[in-house]
């Protein structure tokens, strides 16, 4: 029998993580035969992917109907629905958790996309949300906007974890490992210990090929061609050289020798969007050390069942920096269409969550 390629994956030091969560996930048993058998080591949630558990499925409806009858809004009854899923999974995680030594077995909760341009509004909220999880392996999602970053610092300085997302840029990434550093330095000025606090920076990947090869596709010559579906493996091959950079540092040594942990990355936004493309693109091209890949599941299915897993992160990193810096050349203004992806990023998580709230409502 072929050896299962999703198995493979954490040999070579990479953790594959599931994008999904719906409760009958969980209560049927799957999720715990993905840890067994697929070697699944965490799971990631966001407000579009609950609002299809909860419009497209059954599975909570009398939930709904107990809570509505009890006169909860529907903001509540979402965060009492959302807090019980994430709860229960990371429950099953657990042993995982406890082998690993809290290297895996997380499950991540984001906080009400419209607090992504507030900083305090996102601190207090992740407090809460940590504090009613109850739970040592979970991640409070906050997205990497300017107005987050002060959150996060302050967040890991209260010794939450995080799960940092909707990252696009490099000048971006940089600035998520310099707020989580400086989280964990005030921490330890406190004399409060970080030796269990965890944090993963989630680089999110497809959406920039999305955008920016039609924009290549518009600009005659081989150059631009030779660019298109190229950009993104670039950026994330470019992002975990800033990642070794800055974790390999004298700097963090320092935090390194108190038991701090690296802010691993975490390759997001994985599941192919061009059809032209192989389906598990987002998976072969990045699997190395210290990184996790939470995939969709058709993309976790499409690689058990044909993936090559081998370490590939840095094959090609002089190609990938000479293609980035190409990029003004063939009129791709790399980080202001990043800053794009992240403006649109948000809205594409306030969109489905106020849709949400309108069914729940309803």
Request: glycine letters at 6%.
């Amino acid at each position: 029998m072929k050896t299962n390629s999703l198995k493979q994956l954490v040999t070579l030091g990479q953790s594959i993580w599931l994008d999904y969560i719906r409760r009958d996930l969980i209560t049927g048993g799957e999720l715990k035969r993905l840890i067994e058998e697929d070697g699944l080591r965490g799971m990631t949630s966001n407000p579009s992917i609950f609002e299809k558990a909860i419009v497209e499925s059954n599975d909570y409806d009398e939930d709904i109907h107990a809570k509505a009858q009890a006169g909860n809004d529907a903001r509540t009854i979402y965060e009492t629905i959302s807090q019980r899923d994430v709860q229960s999974a990371a429950d099953v995680f657990r042993p995982l958790y406890d082998r690993t030594d809290g290297v895996d077995g997380y499950v991540s909760l984001e906080v009400n996309p419209h607090l992504a341009r507030d900083t305090q509004g996102t601190i207090d909220e992740a407090r809460r949300l940590w504090a009613a999880l109850d739970r040592p392996n979970v991640f409070i999602k906050v997205p990497a906007t300017l107005e987050g970053l002060p959150a996060i610092r302050q967040l890991i300085g209260d010794g939450i974890n995080v799960n940092v997302t909707l990252i696009f840029g490099l000048p971006r990434c940089r600035e998520v490992a310099e707020a989580y550093i400086a989280g964990l330095e005030d921490r330890s000025a406190k004399g409060k210990p970080i030796n269990r606090i965890a944090s993963v920076a989630s680089f999110f990947v497809s959406r920039i090929d999305a955008l920016i090869d039609p924009l290549l596709a518009k600009q005659d010559g081989a150059p631009a061609e030779k660019a298109c579906g190229q950009v993104a493996i670039a950026s994330a091959r470019t992002a975990y050289q800033i990642y070794k950079e800055i974790f390999g540092s004298d700097r963090f040594k320092k935090l390194l020798a108190q038991g701090a942990r690296a802010q691993r990355l975490l390759w997001a936004s994985t599941g192919t969007k061009n059809p032209e493309y192989s389906d598990v693109k987002y998976i072969e091209a990045l699997i190395g050390p210290d990184t996790v890949n939470t995939a969709p599941v058709e993309t976790i299915n499409a690689y058990r069942d044909h993936g090559e897993p081998q370490a590939r992160i840095e094959q090609d990193v002089g190609k990938a920096a000479q293609l980035l810096n190409r990029l003004p050349t063939l009129g791709i203004d790399l980080n202001a269409l990043t800053q794009q992806l992240e403006d649109e990023g948000v809205e594409k998580f306030n969109q489905p969550f106020d849709k949400l709230m309108e069914a729940l409502s309803q």
